[in-house]
């Protein structure tokens, strides 16, 4: 039998993480290195992907380069480049996205195929061009992971107005996860969500920007916070690791309650 403290062991593992330089991206790619774990990160700037290499790279090994995930050439390229690099991956942590707000009557198709672009179609093309490093990676150690980001506001009605083609690939997000991982489910890959609630972001900064708006949103949170990197990293660590072996197919809201106790 698996010892407790091996369960979570993710030394010598090898990650992606999309729009890793800031955010919930930031913080699972910081909790996998820290954790033993060879990061590859990529977003769209390159000075943001150069700061946080060499952040990261302070407590173990961080590769990033810089990438347009919103255009499937730009996803193509990115996974041409990586598969030139690594034979196997064990976890792709599918995190880019994207937010739009107009008022209805003015919402564009640009900022809709934006956020469908990115939201959702990245995280199905990366996944399908990765498929040979993650089987591969599955096939050495008996297990493969996919890590899909999506959001409380596919499970509820956005909290910012104006706000319709995020919730909508966020709700896609959580399906597009039920199905990648019943096609992957052969293979021992599982594929699984994590959908946050508030955490501290550049893309939650119009709610959580001030003193005020972090206590407002606060209070409408069951456990009456907002969300942590501890947080994040804690849940991520265990859907990458062996302790969840036994899960896939899954969106677990990450929200202190938000969804299912209000």
């Known amino acids: 039998m698996t010892q407790p403290a091996d369960l979570f062991d993710l030394s010598g593992k090898t990650a992606l993480v999309t729009g890793g330089t800031r955010g919930i991206g930031e913080m699972i790619a ?5 954790a033993g774990v060879k990061v590859y990160i990529t977003s769209r700037k390159a000075d943001a992907c150069t700061a946080m290499q060499e952040k990261l790279s302070e407590f173990g090994e961080c590769i990033a380069q810089p990438s347009d995930l919103s255009t499937h050439e730009g996803v193509s390229a990115f996974a041409d480049w990586l598969s030139e690099r690594e034979d196997k991956i ?5 995190n880019a996205g994207a937010a739009w707000a107009e ?5 564009s198709e640009k900022g809709w195929d934006r956020v469908m672009d990115l939201n959702v179609k990245s995280i199905f093309f990366m996944t399908q061009k990765l498929l040979p490093q993650l089987r591969a990676g599955a096939a050495a150690s008996g297990r493969g992971r996919v890590i899909n980001i999506g959001s409380i506001e596919g499970f509820t009605m956005p909290m910012a107005p104006g706000n319709f083609a995020y919730p909508a690939s966020k709700a896609a997000v959580h399906h597009l996860t039920r199905s990648l991982a019943r096609e992957l489910a ?3 890959i599982t594929v699984n969500a994590i959908s946050p609630g508030p955490f501290e972001s550049k ?5 959580l920007g001030t003193d ?8 409408a949170i069951p456990l009456g916070r ?3 990197a501890e947080d994040m990293i804690g849940l991520s660590t265990f859907l990458a690791s062996a302790a969840s072996d036994y899960m896939t197919g899954v969106s677990i809201p990450l929200d202190g309650g938000y969804v299912n106790l209000r």
């Open 103 to 107: 008022p209805i009557e003015e919402f």
């Open 186 to 188: 052969p293979d021992r």
């Open 203 to 207: 893309m939650t900064a119009y709610a």
């Open 90 to 94: 064990d976890i792709l942590v599918n």
């Open 30 to 34: 910081t909790g996998f290195v820290k």
């Open 212 to 219: 005020e708006g972090k206590e407002m949103v606060a209070g």
């Open 226 to 228: 907002i969300g942590t």
